[in-house]
């Protein structure tokens, strides 16, 4: 979730197997313009800027740091967009300023 200060916060507690719809809403470093989600946890995100993020869940690996990532969020490098959207078996869409749509592709 994206509040009007751009801030981003993910819910905590949530149990699909029991359908368990969580408890709190929690923080996460980073400030997007908006995010979007697709299952076990891949979350991708588009700053002020139209740079595009993608969450690492918490793992940050030496290419990361040298790339100067942001704690638990890598920088996704080439295009700026005005929305990106995630989905099933982790394809991506993004859409530019011009309305060109682009795919991500090669994505394991």
Do not use: C, P
């Not at 080439?78 to 682009?102: F, M, P, T, W």
């Amino acid at each position: 979730m994206v509040n009007v200060h751009n801030e981003v916060y993910r819910r905590v507690g949530v149990d699909m197997s029991s359908y368990n719809q969580g408890t709190h809403w929690e923080q996460v470093y980073g400030e997007h313009s908006m995010v979007t989600t697709a299952e076990e946890g891949i979350v991708w995100a588009i700053d002020a800027h139209g740079q595009t993020w993608r969450w690492n869940e918490g793992q940050i690996s030496l290419e990361e740091i040298i790339d100067n990532a942001d704690h638990e969020w890598t920088w996704i490098e080439h295009e700026q967009l005005i929305r990106v959207d995630v989905g099933y078996n982790s394809q991506v869409v993004g859409i530019k300023d011009n309305g060109d749509a682009l795919f991500r592709t090669g994505v394991t």
